[in-house]
């Protein structure tokens, strides 16, 4: 369970969930018709060994990255929402932004494998030990970016834009801003705090997409982690690592600062892009429904 002030490394509480992500790219790269391809990710999986080694060898069975209704769809998730953030990505770059923040990196590879115009900076945050993970995996492979990088190792829950300032970043030109599976591990507080963040630092035209999701009721979500406990299974911890909380809906924040926001309902996008929906009655079938991505431009 979460606890105020809580930190992790790339194998443990929050850490881990990037891991699960870059399996799950892993998987998606491999399919005929992938959304995305990301060839670090495998990288970064084989490096932590053990089950996330097994994982992308396709030895590890019982893994719900790889069984299940759940697996499948996870998988499916992960390589749409990575489109998406590529695609918004390429849209601010074609828009003249050279500034690009990407909050709680993670295992974000786009750095590396993403097609930056001369002068772009990009700026990641995370926990210290994730992104020394991150830059010791990819250097001691030779492995570099494709821009100007820089880590800003900070806790988003503290104060991190003063440590985004202090990293170089200018808060005079336009940036784009990726927050990717995050406000789920934070308090509506601080989801709040983050958001009111990113419009201080935001020059006009400036860029930000956003996946966003509506909690569950108390009573499903005190189910879900009942379940999780009761399973005594750590690739179905989730619901014990999140925040059941919303500061509010996204596109309705930054709308009515100032912001023109485009919402698009996670199912919807799915179907844009060709791949199943999952219903209502299967365990990804709620979560798909609850999300949306959306991206907004500053006035």
Known sequence: MRSEGDSWDITTSVGMTALRVAAARALEARKPDPLVVDPYAEVFCRAAGGDWAAVVDGSLSDHQLLTSDFG???VNFQGARTRYFDDFFARAVAAGVRQVVILAAGLDSRAYRLDWPDGTKIFELDQPQVLAYKSYVLSQRGIRAG????????DL?????QALVESGFDPAQPSAW???GLLIYLPADAQEQLFTGIDSLAAPGSHVAVEDGAPLSDEDFAAAVKAEVEA???SRTFHRLVYNER??????????????????PLADYLRE?????PGPDTEAGPMIARNTLVRAVKK
């Not at 892009?273 to 929906?277: D, F």
């Open 247 to 264: 500061c509010a809906p996204a596109d309705g924040w930054f709308g009515e600062r100032g912001w023109t926001a485009v919402s698009t």
């Open 157 to 161: 829950r503290e104060d991190w834009p």
């Open 178 to 180: 990726i927050v990717e």
């Open 232 to 234: 005594d299974d750590d």
């Open 147 to 154: 821009a100007e990088r820089r880590d800003v190792a900070v």
């Open 273 to 277: 892009l060709g791949r199943p929906v």
């Open 72 to 74: 499948e769809s996870f």
